[in-house]
């Protein structure tokens, strides 16, 4: 899988005094609020906060599925729609945000305010799976949020393995509709269904990574039809089923997501947070500090993982962690740092006092 960082923000046209949103303290601008000076906020509207109910029948969504499979050590095998099925069929989809359109004009990963870069899965997930295989995390009775989820990885293993929710957010709608919940289908449906076919395989038609060590293999629909009949699986009705309804799906902006989940009575409060690839832009830390201040459970924990540094776009890891620091809700530590080329890390956040909620 290639991983293209061309970022493309828009031309600057905002205050440079309240680029971030952050109110003048006695005439200057604390620390935590200069650090975000690098990046500015989209022209686009803000994107309405809106909760997606997977459809009745949702297996026309795996109709044309050609999805990879990630393996890492002992987790549950995850399934994902491949990238390029996007590129491919980018005419035939609806695509109301016409981010499918844009990117492919743009030949750009991201567009800021328009399209956050939902529709792949960006390598510092992989290393998140792989420290949760490591630590051995089980998601047993807990709340999980998978913030800025894309393809949805880490909300589907902790599904997988236990969890009693798992919230899904990503920016755009059409990344929701059109990869999040298929994907969460797609685990969803009988591990023995594939996996059985994989065993048949050998492992000689693995593509290993082995950059962060994970086995990924790429099939079709054909692969699948070969394996076990069609017409089987489809009398399987997935909306129906146990793990997809623990799910919750919403596209928008976080500060229009975070007040739409605090409407709930009582409110949601999460044991976990997975956040990746999510502080490219310093613009958006305000409102990303505030969701994960509001949303997480007294004890609980935010999983960060992220590059060092996002070239083109400006954020990284050292400007969030003096943002976190600058507002003192927060302590980080890191668990992870990754040496090799673009430096890559996972981090934790945790309340330095469990009332500050
Ligand atoms: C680069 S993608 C990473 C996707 C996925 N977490 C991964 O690692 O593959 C960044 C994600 O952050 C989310 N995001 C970024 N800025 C956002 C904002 N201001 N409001 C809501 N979501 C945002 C988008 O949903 C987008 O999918």
């Known amino acids: 899988m290639s991983f293209c960082f061309n970022f493309d923000l828009p031309a600057q046209t905002t205050n440079p005094e309240d680029v971030d949103g952050n109110k003048l ?15 500015t906020k989209p022209t686009e509207p803000v994107k309405e906060a ?7 029948d949702p297996q026309f969504l795996l109709d044309d599925a050609v999805f990879e499979t990630v393996t890492i050590g002992t987790l549950p095998p995850l399934r994902f729609l491949n990238e390029t099925v996007f590129e491919k069929t980018a005419l035939e989809r609806e695509d109301g945000e016409k981010i499918l359109s844009r990117t492919a004009e743009q030949r750009s990963d991201l567009i800021s305010g328009v399209y956050e870069g939902g529709l792949k899965v960006w390598e510092c997930t992989y290393d998140l799976l792989e420290l949760i295989e490591k630590d051995g995390e089980t998601f047993g009775g807990k709340a999980v949020l998978d913030l800025g989820c ?6 589907i293993l902790a599904l997988k393995r236990g969890a009693t929710q798992v919230h899904f ?43 962060v060590g994970c086995k990924k293999k790429t099939k079709t629909k054909e692969d699948v039809k070969e394996s076990s009949p069609l017409p089987k699986k489809r009398a399987v009705d997935l909306s129906q089923h146990p793990l997809l309804t623990k799910c919750h799906f919403f596209s928008g902006d976080w500060s229009t997501f975070l007040a739409l989940v605090l409407k709930t009575d009582p409110p949601t409060k999460f044991d976990i947070i997975f956040t990746s690839e999510t502080i490219y832009n310093t613009a958006y830390y305000p409102v990303l500090h505030e969701t994960l201040q509001k949303l997480l459970a007294p004890h609980g924990l935010v999983y960060l993982a992220t590059k060092s540094h996002y070239f083109g776009v400006g954020g990284g890891l050292h400007l969030f962690e003096t943002f976190v620091e600058q507002k003192g809700v927060f302590s980080l530590d890191h668990l992870w740092n990754g040496e090799e080329g673009l430096q890559r890390h996972v981090v934790v956040l945790r309340f330095k006092k469990p009332k500050d909620t």
Do not use: F, R, W
Not at 50 to 56: A, F, N, Q, T
Not at 187 to 201: A, G, H, I, L, Y
């Open 25 to 39: 303290q006695n005439g200057k601008k604390d620390e935590a609020a200069k650090s975000t000076e690098g990046n």
């Open 150 to 155: 894309g393809a949805g990885l880490l909300g």
């Open 50 to 56: 809106k909760e997606h109910l997977p459809p009745s």
């Open 169 to 211: 957010q990503d920016y755009n709608s059409t990344v929701i509709e059109q990869l999040t919940v298929p994907n969460v289908m797609l685990n969803c449906q009988e591990d023995d269904e594939v996996d059985s076919e994989d065993d048949k395989e050998g492992s000689g038609k693995g593509n290993i990574e082995g950059e």
